[in-house]
């Protein structure tokens, strides 16, 4: 019979991912919290939030971010274009997850075996702002099929760091 496991009995590897998050303008202390989740799940090197710091200190992100913001790195960080000029200059890639005109399916797009990457992510209700779209080398979207054009921020973040991550791993 099937038997749930804890982390400890499993045999999970341990891997750092040379991800970079930044939060821009989230409204909701769930979807933060859930993004922080994820993060640590894939174990991404850190999570800069602008604009939406003060989610964290909600009940409901600490419920739904199951103490990951406790040894998850993460620091407040105006999000502008010195800041992503700061990480272009060390070698990462600027993402934004973001459908555009020229965005680029999720699972069309490769990485290179020394990838390190910086995700945009935008607020709920709006997205990426264009102005971040203009600062980002890459916007990849994930393919739906049903009638809706978007989905929440923090599964779709979920989404992309699997498909990252798993290719990171094979290169």
């Given at each position: 019979?099937?038997?749930?496991?804890?982390?400890?009995?499993?045999?999970?590897?341990?891997?750092?991912?040379?991800i970079?998050?930044?939060?821009?303008?989230?409204?909701?202390?769930?979807?933060?919290?859930?993004?922080?989740r994820?993060?640590?799940?894939?174990?991404?090197?850190?999570?800069?939030?602008?604009?939406?710091?003060?989610?964290?200190?909600?009940?409901?992100?600490?419920r739904?971010?199951?103490?990951?913001?406790?040894?998850?790195?993460?620091?407040?960080?105006e999000?502008?274009?010195?800041?992503?000029?700061?990480?272009?200059?060390?070698?990462?890639?600027?993402?934004?997850?973001?459908?555009?005109?020229?965005?680029?399916?999720?699972?069309?797009?490769?990485?290179?075996?020394?990838?390190?990457?910086?995700?945009?992510?935008?607020?709920?209700?709006?997205?990426?702002?264009?102005?971040?779209?203009?600062?980002c080398?890459?916007?990849?979207?994930?393919?739906?099929?049903?009638l809706?054009?978007?989905?929440?921020?923090?599964?779709?973040?979920?989404?992309?760091?699997y498909?990252?991550?798993?290719?990171?791993?094979?290169?």
């Amino acid at each position: 019979m099937p038997q749930q496991l804890t982390h400890e009995e499993t045999s999970f590897e341990t891997k750092k991912f040379p991800i970079v998050l930044v939060a821009h303008q989230l409204t909701s202390p769930a979807n933060l919290g859930s993004i922080f989740r994820a993060a640590e799940a894939f174990n991404i090197e850190e999570i800069l939030l602008s604009k939406c710091d003060d989610l964290m200190k909600s009940n409901r992100f600490k419920r739904t971010a199951r103490a990951t913001h406790q040894h998850l790195e993460h620091q407040v960080s105006e999000l502008n274009p010195e800041l992503i000029q700061k990480y272009r200059d060390k070698g990462f890639k600027i993402i934004g997850l973001e459908i555009t005109k020229d965005s680029q399916s999720l699972q069309d797009f490769k990485l290179n075996s020394s990838q390190k990457l910086l995700i945009l992510l935008g607020a709920e209700r709006y997205g990426l702002a264009e102005e971040w779209i203009r600062l980002c080398d890459n916007c990849v979207h994930i393919p739906m099929f049903g009638l809706n054009s978007s989905m929440n921020v923090s599964q779709a973040l979920s989404i992309t760091l699997y498909e990252f991550t798993k290719q990171m791993n094979q290169l």
